[in-house]
């Protein structure tokens, strides 16, 4: 069974900290891995990564794909209060269109 | 703008009633999906459809039921309410060659 593990559930930091989300998985057969910023409404599309292990960027997050280590890190540098929320990562299966979801780090962060 | 679209917002029904969600999405999407959130469950497939007529279970569809007639909706079903139920329901919806899912704001459903 396909399996998605997000760690830590919960992290709490001061603004201006950098932060490291884990996603690690056993997932059989995945194309992508997809991380998914949810603050008090419905998940927003942050980064989409492939197998190529291409490290993504966009502002002041960055992601990567481990595959030996069957992993990937979201980091958020020079945090701002804004960027508390639940951050997802999922893995879309290949040959099919559908996301298996990890349960999600809570980030919140101080003033 | 395209978008994706969920009614009503917030439901509160009781036990046993059949209860129907909406989903609608103007993105003109093949790939519809319905999930819920629950604490410490992160996001659970209830069911997805990949074009009108089909419909595929995902792996928390007992108690649920889809039906899709057309591109534009996905409604989900809930034939016999059940406390178990009480959730935030979300749609999303892909393109057929993308994985990116864009999520409809939810709805939050409880039953007494």
């Known amino acids: 069974e396909d399996k998605v593990v997000q760690s830590p559930l919960s992290l709490v930091v001061h603004e201006g900290d950098t932060v490291t989300l884990n996603c690690s998985y056993e997932?059989?057969?995945?194309?992508?891995l997809l991380w998914y910023k949810q603050e008090k409404k419905a998940p927003t599309f942050l980064f989409m990564l492939t197998s190529s292990g291409i490290e993504k960027k966009s502002g002041r997050l960055s992601s990567i794909l481990d595959k030996k280590e069957l992993s990937s890190i979201l980091n958020i540098t020079a945090t701002q209060t804004g960027d508390s929320a639940i951050y997802l990562c999922?893995?879309?299966?290949?040959?099919?269109?559908?996301?298996?979801f990890g349960q999600g780090t809570r980030l919140t962060i101080n003033p | 703008d395209a978008e994706i679209t969920q009614s009503p917002r917030h439901k509160i029904t009781e036990t046993g009633r059949q209860v129907t969600l909406a989903c609608h999405q103007t993105w003109n999407h093949n790939n519809m999906f319905w999930y819920r959130q629950d604490l410490g469950h992160g996001l659970r497939l209830i069911h997805y459809?990949?074009?009108?007529?089909?419909?595929n279970k995902g792996e928390v569809s007992d108690g649920y039921s889809v039906s899709r007639s057309n591109t534009e909706d996905l409604p989900l079903t809930l034939e016999s309410a059940a406390s178990s139920q009480t959730s935030v329901y979300f749609c999303?919806?892909?393109?057929?060659?993308?994985?990116?899912?864009?999520f409809g704001p939810g709805t939050r459903l409880t039953v007494t």
């Open positions: 459809s990949y074009g009108v007529q089909d419909t």
């Open positions: 999922a893995f879309l299966l290949q040959g099919a269109q559908k996301l298996v």
């Open positions: 999303a919806s892909s393109e057929s060659t993308k994985g990116e899912q864009y």
């Open positions: 997932v059989t057969n995945f194309r992508s």
